[in-house]
């Protein structure tokens, strides 16, 4: 049995790196004073805007730059790994990499991933300004013993994303973090939800949903158990959940439904 504590912070970043990263830096304390192993925050934690433009690559930093160094320092300092979004300088200088950041309680990276499915969809463009993250990427990593895999928003909506994370023979992660900034909209809400339970319930994993707060975005944090129970959920204001993964529940519900032995078919990478 592996067990952690996990959190997700529910907030609405700003224009402003500094001031997102203070936002961490409170959320973090909190977590760490209600037991949080692991803190998950938002798609875009580091700068957001209504608009994927020009001032998202001016904003954007390598890995090595200010606001990840930050973060570094803020694991630390509150002894909790950290799952960040962040807009990550690419090779073209008129672009940007959407990228997550996991950071260990030692501050260090121990697994970054960049999107794969951009947000072209619903009116937007993100590979207008993005480069997408290559599909053979495995993103999953080990913390006391629970493996965390990692995706990010849009590829909620393509299933074998979470298949290969949860797969014995590729990821076998236990949970799964889906950072996101879910753009408000006629039954937004009702995807979001519905695309999370599912992604849990297929692969019997447990998903952990972080969303941005409004005005933008929906909210709708939730952490999800391997059969596809919300154990933790907030509305639409900015908060912070805070809930368990238990991998003795997984085996639990893998031994009543084990769906993911049974399966037939394997995930490929698609040439582009």
């Known amino acids: 049995m592996s067990a952690l504590t996990i959190a997700a912070a529910q ?30 925050t938002p798609e875009y934690t580091s700068y957001f805007t209504p608009d994927i433009d020009d001032r998202f690559v001016g904003a954007a930093q ?22 960040v979004g962040v807009a990550e300088t690419a090779d073209d200088p008129d672009r940007f990499r959407n990228t997550l950041v996991a950071v260990d309680r030692s501050g260090e990276i121990v697994c970054t991933y960049r999107k794969v499915h951009l947000y072209d969809a619903f009116g937007s463009r993100e590979s207008d300004r993005i480069d997408a993250g290559d599909p053979e ?76 707060a409004p005005p933008i975005g929906i909210g709708g944090s939730v952490l999800l158990d391997p059969s596809g129970v919300a154990t933790a959920a907030l509305g639409a204001e900015p908060g912070l959940l805070v809930g368990a993964v238990d991998t003795d529940v997984t085996d639990a519900v893998r031994r009543v439904n084990p769906s993911l032995s049974l399966r037939r078919y394997d995930v490929t990478t698609r040439a582009s």
């Open 62 to 83: 390598p890995l090595d730059g200010p606001f990840v160094t930050g973060l570094r320092a803020i694991a630390r300092e509150h002894g909790l790994a950290l799952v």
């Open 137 to 212: 990427q495995l993103p999953v990593f080990d913390l006391d013993g629970v493996r965390i895999g990692l995706e990010t928003c849009y590829d909620l909506r393509f299933p074998e994303v979470t298949r290969r994370l949860a797969a014995t023979e590729t990821g076998a992660a236990d949970v799964v973090v889906l950072p996101a900034e879910w753009v408000r909209g006629p039954g937004k809400e009702h995807h979001w939800r519905t695309l999370l339970t599912a992604r849990a319930i297929e692969n019997t994993v447990w998903v952990l949903g972080a969303g941005q």
């Open 11 to 40: 907030f609405a970043p700003v224009d402003d790196p500094d001031v997102n990263l203070e936002t961490v830096r409170s959320d973090a304390r909190d977590a760490a004073a209600r037991g949080a192993d692991v803190l998950v």
